[in-house]
Nanobody, 122 residues
Framework: VQLQASGGGLVQAGDSLRLSCAAS????????MGWFRQSPGKERDFVAA????????DYSDSVKGRFTISRDNALNTVYLQMNSLNVEDTAVYYC????????????????WGQGTLVTVSS
């Protein structure tokens, strides 16, 4: 499966942004999807994940209540709605896929998109 992330940009603190991740290739909808982010000099951190059918979702504590992950299997697309953005949310955001169940560790995902940059200014 190939993943293409988009929707990043420059926003101000308090603004909202929606990221998209479009899947192509083997889009059998049996993939759990995750969003991770990485700032310069830091490790790639878990942000959110959603199971293949949308029944299970998980969020990092830092984004819980502000970010919402969702998916539209008919469009083979996963979204990350980000509200109340702050400067600490600045990072390159990556989408990732793995079979069926969600996971929070980056090395549990076998497929990755190229990343989209989100910059939040104060």
């Amino acid at each position: 499966v190939q993943l293409q992330a988009s929707g990043g940009g420059l926003v101000q603190a308090g603004d909202s942004l929606r990221l998209s991740c479009a899947a192509s290739g083997d889009t059998s909808s049996n993939y759990a999807m995750g969003w991770f982010r990485q700032s310069p000099g830091k490790e790639r951190d878990f942000v959110a994940a959603i199971s293949w059918n949308g029944a299970s979702r998980d969020y990092s504590d830092s984004v819980k209540g502000r970010f919402t992950i969702s998916r539209d299997n008919a469009l083979n697309t996963v979204y990350l709605q980000m509200n109340s953005l702050n400067v600490e949310d600045t990072a390159v955001y990556y989408c990732a896929a793995r079979w069926f169940q969600i996971a929070t560790m980056a090395d549990e995902y076998g497929y990755w998109g190229q990343g989209t940059l989100v910059t939040v200014s104060s």
